[in-house]
């Protein structure tokens, strides 16, 4: 339901044709077809309408050089070139070419090169080279930290298994400080809460980014006077890291921030979503069979628990941070989204994959969930624990995050639910049921050629994977294509981002719930039992709350596991291969955020840059620590420089209790040891 005026200011016109250019990722030239719908025909009518958020928000506290500037002033009191610490540009290109391109063994063979000795170059071997690479300026700093996971298992001496497994993690408010404080993206950043409409009497408003959705304004009133929301977008996915042999697995954690326009957030060569984290990932031997699966949850839960812990205080009391305009404010750093496929959604919200992790409680409350859990906990049974399918986690990741509500939290899966769920495994099968194979290719071969849309030569019954781009462009022809093949009553169009296409949504999908029986009288289903049509009916009030759901599409973190997971991998020597990974990924991080500061420096866009997906410095068969990357005797050697502010940094947290094998010189710190008994 549309609130009211009341209390809002007054309605500024925004004439809106198309998002603003990004100065420094430009609008490719090459044909495409968007991947969203809006509203134009009412958009085109009176423009964009905005009430602007009428309480004190986002208070200036002062100004503060930003982190290039004051890079800019290091380099000037220093008499230091912008190159440094290389001699000059050419050098710097050159680095930056080896970085991203060549792994470390054929790095030592070009270096060797009379050629390049002759050239000057201030790098003779690849450990000289990282060394200059090492004293740049990079993201937060890595911390591991060693989890005891006790078992239930008894081994021959009478002992209990257990099992040591690393967290490796980064603080999650810095990395919120580094996204908010970055000068690059200055015009697409926003921190004050607003409502925009498609007419200028306030009647149908427009959802599509994040400060303009409901959460935020809610979440604003709920903060001291003049304090800055940054909503904190979590994803997370387990991926496999090994190719046609093995099972190594990693489990990231990818962090972003709704201030960042979502068109920013969406591209990988903005950098504008960190990794803050690997899961430890494990078989979980030292468990029975039949317990397993809830240690596997609880383990979840307790390293999601170390890992946001900054976001407790700092959600709840704030801290004062640089912004990308200079400003200093107070920046409430708050979970709103969770981005996740529908078996991690479960794992998040503690319930078992047979009911919603949205609905699973009537009043979609935390707090009751909560109170359910302790009462399991301390009574051993509940008749409501059991009726909503939870999960016996007593101590979930959320429950000490302030003005957060996990289940609002969890957003539309587009690429899951949407394009390979309901069109692919039932839309599809169903037209084709009733169509029949040989008519649905002839259509699509069919099909005249038109620039942007993607022409099916062969049809699509001869393909046997698909992926969330294919899905996307039969989606684009496919009503058209099957219209009059199919009885009228079985396609549907649902359209979104205003009030008026998301009532249309609804009444959509209830006219399809109404009619679904069709189906069944054609033979085609025996029943609508499907978790991925049921998760529909959630998505009109994620959109009210959270903005258009092409903000938060699962699509994008598998992208991000190319980058952050499976190049990372490669790149090491396959042991100890997740310590390797995040040395490798600081080294990534510190040749972008020179590469931006360069850009920011010549105030043009960096043609030559080239975002981390084209980093494929791959170790060679055969190759020994010692000469690899990431190689934990190159952190240990310089751990006391690197505890310096700003530079490449990675320390161990050890167990208290328990011997560690790692490496020598690296001090004993504080570990956590987690006991995952079955009681």
């Known amino acids: 339901m549309r609130r009211p005026l009341s209390g809002y200011g007054p309605l500024v016109q925004r004439l809106q044709t198309h998002a603003e250019a990004d100065p420094f990722h430009p609008p490719s030239r090459q044909a495409s077809v968007e991947d969203e719908f809006e509203d134009k025909s009412a958009l085109a009518k009176g423009g964009r309408f905005v009430a602007q958020y009428t309480e004190l928000a986002a208070q200036i506290l002062g100004s503060q050089p930003t982190v290039f500037e004051d890079m800019e002033k290091a380099e000037n009191a220093s008499g230091c070139s912008q190159w440094a610490p290389f001699h000059n540009e050419e050098e710097w290109e050159l680095a930056r070419f080896l970085m991203k391109n060549v792994g470390q063994t054929k790095i030592d063979d070009f270096l060797k090169l009379s050629l390049v000795r002759q050239s000057g170059v201030g790098f003779a071997n690849a450990r000289a080279f990282l060394k200059y690479v090492d004293s740049l300026r990079t993201g937060p700093a890595w911390t591991c930290e060693m989890i005891d996971v006790v078992g239930d298992v008894v081994a021959e001496d009478g002992s209990t298994r257990w099992e040591q497994l690393e967290l490796w993690r980064r603080d999650p408010v810095e990395c919120v400080m580094e996204l908010i404080g970055n000068p690059a993206f200055r015009d697409a950043m926003a921190y004050v809460p607003e409502r925009a409409y498609a007419d200028s009497e306030g009647k149908n408003r427009i959802y599509d980014e ?99 812990r900054p976001l407790v205080d700092a959600g709840r009391n704030g801290k004062v941070m640089v912004c990308a305009d200079g400003c200093l404010r107070r920046v409430h750093p708050i979970l709103a989204a969770y981005v996740a496929d529908f078996p991690e959604q479960c794992l998040v919200a503690c319930n078992k994959e047979s009911r919603c992790p949205r609905c699973l409680v009537q009043s979609n409350n935390m707090a009751d969930t909560l109170k359910t859990l302790h009462r399991k906990h301390r009574n051993g049974r509940s008749r409501k624990f059991d009726d909503e399918g939870l999960r016996a986690v007593y101590e979930p990741f959320w429950k000490d995050l302030p003005f957060t509500n996990i289940f609002a939290c969890i957003t539309p899966d587009i690429l899951h639910q949407l394009h390979k769920g309901v069109f692919h495994d039932h839309l599809l099968q169903w037209c084709v049921n009733i169509v029949g194979e040989k008519e649905v290719d002839a259509r699509f071969r069919a099909m005249s050629r038109y620039p942007g849309l993607r022409h099916f030569g062969k049809g699509i019954s001869t393909v046997s994977q698909w992926t969330g781009t294919e899905h996307k462009e039969m989606q684009r022809v496919f009503v058209g294509l099957l219209s009059g093949a199919v009885d009228d009553r079985v396609l549907v169009v649902c359209q979104q981002h205003t009030d008026s296409s998301l009532k249309a949504m609804e009444d959509n999908l209830k006219t399809f719930h109404d009619d679904k029986h069709v189906l069944i009288d054609l ?56 310590e390797q990974m995040a040395l490798w990924l600081q080294r990534q991080e510190a040749i972008h955020h020179k590469s931006a500061y360069l850009a920011w420096r010549r105030g043009s866009v960096d043609d030559n840059s080239s975002d981390l997906h084209e980093a494929s410095s791959v170790s060679e068969p055969g190759e020994q620590p010692g000469n690899t990357q990431g190689q934990p005797g190159d952190v240990a050697s310089s751990t006391a420089a690197q505890q310096l502010s700003g530079k490449l940094s990675i320390y161990w947290r050890r167990p208290c209790s328990k011997q560690s094998t790692r490496p020598a010189g690296q001090g004993p710190l504080q570990g956590h040891k987690i006991l995952l008994t079955l009681d």
């Not at 093995?246 to 709704?258: C, E, F, R």
């Not at 949850?297 to 390293?303: C, D, G, I, P, T």
């Not at 609508?528 to 709350?545: C, E, G, Q, T």
Request: hydrophobic residues 40%; contains cysteine.
């Open 210 to 308: 994040m400060w303009t959705a409901d959460w935020w304004w809610d979440v604003q009133g709920k903060l001291p006077a003049g304090a800055t929301v940054a909503p904190v977008i979590l994803s997370s996915d387990k991926t496999s890291l090994s190719v046609f042999s093995g099972d190594k697995k990693a489990w990231p954690v990818y962090l972003t921030i709704g201030n960042i326009s979502k068109d920013i957030r969406r591209q990988v060569s903005s950098h504008a979503t960190i990794l803050i984290g690997y899961l430890p990932v494990s078989k979980l031997e030292c468990f029975e069979k039949k317990t397993r699966s809830l240690a596997g949850y609880r383990l979840f839960h307790h390293a999601m628990s170390l890992l946001l």
């Open 523 to 578: 033979r085609i289903r025996e029943d609508f039992n499907v978790p991925k049509i049921h998760s529909l009916r959630h998505y009109m009030s994620s959109i009210r709350a959270l903005g258009s759901a092409d903000g938060y599409n699962t699509e994008y973190p598998e992208r991000l596991h190319i980058d952050y997971a499976k190049d990372a991998y490669r790149a090491s020597n396959k042991r100890d291969y997740v």
